[in-house]
């Protein structure tokens, strides 16, 4: 009986330990998020014209997407660049009209969707960004690989090239939707058999669940191969924490939770805050296509899977895509 006691005891006292420091670490991170600096109207406001799988029943083509971003640029002017100070004391801030950063000094505008057509194709490709990027990380590269006949599409992913708040809501869904738009579109300016996909970090994933879809049966066209440039093959278990940390950032005074990183934006073509939301994203996204390869690969060789190059020079990519 007196042992049953205490090891009632010990069980009672070893709970309390460990909930009070659950909470002592929640309150040291919740000290750590709001001592950090203020969120600006690019971390807080929402952009509504931003694409999603799940509410743009009217946008089937790449030319609907294309003009719903006209409108959600637009709605960047009048929401944020409207808004944001000028002078000296702005110089290298992205949202400052005439700053050293902002975007719109140079055309094309490389935030946005862009397409380099072809007279007579070789074939086409379809460019993937990362995450927190935009289609300038893949420009260069499609410029050369279009000098080489290629029809290119550089994709401006959903939640990209606007304000970092558009990571906060963003799905992987929208992003494979908006792939699945693309590929539809260069299928019909190039043909069924030869339009190819490069992916960038998160990009690569994105193009592997593309393809894992046309083997069990999606009426999209199949990609002749596959690059996949630094890919995001996976994130560490704890990102899950992420949607739960997330979550939290709806309750008064724990806005900050929403962030991974808050930091100056002065890069023209990428976020340099990162939402908490895009890491669980990746996490979500590289979970389910692993799961699916796996699943897959389980009672045999994966069979009719597009060729896939997985490296990071690019420079031998114009070899593998050139026609001998």
């Not at 050369?144 to 906060?168: A, F």
């Not at 895009?278 to 590289?286: D, E, N, P, S, W």
Request: hydrophobic share 40%; net charge positive.
């Amino acid at each position: 009986m007196r042992f049953g006691l205490l090891l009632k005891r010990l069980v009672l006292l070893g709970t309390i330990a460990v909930l009070g420091f659950v909470l002592g670490a929640f309150a040291l991170y919740a000290h750590i998020v709001r001592s950090g600096p203020p969120l600006e109207i690019w971390h807080t406001e929402v952009l509504d014209a931003e694409y999603s799988a799940k509410t743009a029943g009217d946008i089937r083509t790449f030319e609907d997407y294309r003009g719903l971003e006209e409108k959600l640029f637009s709605q960047l002017d009048e929401t944020i660049y409207a808004r944001t100070g000028t002078g000296s004391e702005f110089r290298y801030a992205r949202y400052s009209a005439g700053s050293a950063a902002e975007p719109r000094r140079w055309t094309p505008d490389w935030n946005r969707s862009f397409e380099l057509p072809a007279t007579v194709p070789a074939g086409g490709v379809l460019l993937l960004h990362g995450m927190s990027d935009s289609p300038y990380s893949l420009r260069a590269l499609g410029e050369k690989l279009n000098q080489k006949n290629y029809w290119v599409i550089g994709l401006r992913l959903p939640g990209h090239g606007t304000i970092p708040s558009g990571l906060k809501k963003v799905r992987w869904e929208d992003m494979a939707a908006a792939v699945r738009l693309c590929m539809d579109h260069l299928r019909k300016n190039v043909g069924i058999d030869n339009v190819h996909i490069i992916g960038y970090s998160t990009g690569a994933p994105l193009a592997v669940d593309y393809a894992l879809n046309v083997l069990e049966g999606a009426k999209t066209p199949k990609p002749a191969s596959m690059v996949l440039i630094s890919p995001a093959i996976g994130v560490t278990p704890a990102a899950v924490l992420a949607r739960w940390i997330d979550r939290l950032s709806i309750l008064p005074g724990l806005e900050k939770f929403a962030w991974k990183s808050i930091l100056p934006e002065f890069d023209p073509y990428k976020y340099n805050s990162f939402a908490t939301n895009a890491g669980y994203q990746v996490h979500r996204l590289t979970r389910k296509v692993a799961g699916r390869i796996q699943a897959r690969s389980t009672s045999s060789p994966i069979k009719n899977f597009p060729q896939p190059w997985c490296f990071c020079p690019q420079l031998m990519l114009l070899f593998l895509l050139t026609p001998s």
